[in-house]
Structures are given as C-alpha cells and as structure tokens.
C-alpha cells in the first residue's frame, strides 16, 4: 500500500504517481492479492473535482498519484491483478508498444473523481481483455498518439464508460485510429461509447468500431462530443479534430431516459462523416418513453433499422470535408 494521503506522502518526492516501469523490454506482471491505492484522503483534497455533501462540487484538479504507470516501455503483459482505490488513474501506458492486459479487476467509489481504470496514451499495439472495472471515471480511456487497440470482453460500470479522448485540448493535434470495442457490457454507466474532442484542436479520429456491446441503464449509450468543455463558456471555434470512419454495430440494451440513446455533436466547421449504425436497438430502462436521437452536422448512413429509428444522420460528405485535402491526415 502506499502512504495513506498526501500528508504522509514523502516530502521531495513526485505526488504524479507512485509505481513506475519505466524504459523496459519484456516485462510480465501478473499475481494474487489486492492491490490498495488508499485513494480517498487525496479525493477529499479541495483542489480535487468531487461531489460533496448536498450534490455540492469542490474545483479541481490537482496532482494526485497514478497507481501504476508504465513509460516508453515495450512487450508488456499485465495479467490476473486486482487493485482498488487508486489516487487517481488506476494503470496508465504512456509510449508504449506492444502492451497485453488481461484479466484485471478495477474497483473504485462511483464517485470517486479521476479514478480512470486504464489510460493509455501515444501507445500501439494494445489488447485489454477479460477484464472488470468499475469506478469514478472512464473505464478505459484512449488519448492522443494511440492506434492498433482492440478491446474485448470488458465489463464497466458504473463509471463514465469506455472514451477516445478528451482530445485536441489547449488547440493540440491529435490523432487515434484502428480502435476496437466488442463483446462486452457496460452497465449503470454516465456513457456507454463515447469520443469526445475539444473545440479548437486538429488531427483526426479514423477506423473506430464498436460491436455486440450490451448496454443497462446507460445514461448516454452511443454519444460522439465535438463541444467537450469542463466549464461554462467555452468558446466556439472553427478548427476541431476531424471524427470519421466509426462503426457502431449490435449494440443493444437499455438507456436512462435523462438523455437521448444516441447523441452525435459534431463540429459546426468540422462535420463528421461516415457513421455507420447497423443493429441497434436501444429501449428506456423505465417506462415507455423513447427519445429521440440527436444529430448535429453528423453525416452517414443506416445499414439496417434501428431502435429508435435515426432520421437525423445526413447522407454524403460536406462540401466543407470534400474541399479541404488536408482533412483528416495525422
């Protein structure tokens, strides 16, 4: 276990994280027990964004330790490990190559704040397999400079869900492609697939799919954000990270009727294109009451009918998309 809060964290010593690999070929880690990141003095940090007593939110953020971080490392394996609590990400990759996680059980309060169960972020070459979280945060997210992910039998929930992004923050370029979502079940989750992007960034998101995922009670089952802001008053602006080529297919379940099953935002100068739905069908988890979708300068098509019938996708490419040769290169 780690020192227990930031008042016993050791003085001189980096708050950012606590167990690091880093530059290593080749490693395997894999055992029993509980890993115990004895997170909650660092969530009630004032400078930490969480809940409070009466629905009340302190600002944020702050450092806060990553339990196990894994740098410019290559040939992992992380196998059968439990782990709880952590101060804020539970594993993150950061540059790396070659990474196979399988098996792990990552468990954290609902509302702890952060507590993302596996980030990983310009890495390549990624198999999450088998695998439960449930936590405060997204299950999995998928940052900048990440291609070649596949992502199968996950159960999440509840948390925020499986996310590409946040990307193109602080007008940063940013690019993810060839990423894989299947056979798995997110449940009493805020999101179920979700890509979210900042105003003002560029690059591309590209080759996304997402298949025979099973949803329960789901806030926002199949959303794509190009407006992402942790604020009010975000500005609006013209460049944005172009989202295309994403395939959702058999994804079925239910959804928490606050809010559309399907919810696609995109930018007002950057449309998305090439939405591909087949096989959806999403019912109220309470009542009878369907919603409708939303769409918002998204572009694609319907390979068969879904449930609830989506009208508002747009056919073709923008001229604004055709017009521009640059669009989308990374």
Known sequence: MPPDGPDAWPENTSKRQWLVFYRIN?????????????????????CKPH??????TLPGPCDSPIALRFFMSSNLTVKGLKIKDSPQFHFRFDGCQNVHVESLHITAPALSPNTDGIHI?????????????????????????CYDVDIKNLTCGPGHGISIGSLGNHNSRACVSNVTVRDSVIKLSQNGVRIKTWQGGSGAVAGITFSNIHMEAVRNPI???????????????TSAVYVSDILYESIKGTYDIRSPPMHFACSDSVPCTNITLSDIELLPAQGDIVLDPFCWNAYGDLETLTIPPVSCLMKGIPRSILDNKDMGYC
């Open 26 to 46: 080749g490693l395997s880690l894999q055992g029993g027990g509980l890993i115990d990141g004895r997170g909650q003095k660092w969530w009630d940090l004032p």
């Open 51 to 56: 809940k409070g007593k009466n629905t009340t």
């Open 121 to 145: 972020e310009n890495t390549n070459g990624v198999e999450i397999y088998n695998s439960v979280i449930s936590n405060g945060d997204d299950c999995i997210s998928i940052g900048s400079g």
């Open 223 to 237: 959303i794509i954000n190009q407006f992402y802001c942790l604020k009010k008053g975000c500005k609006n602006q």
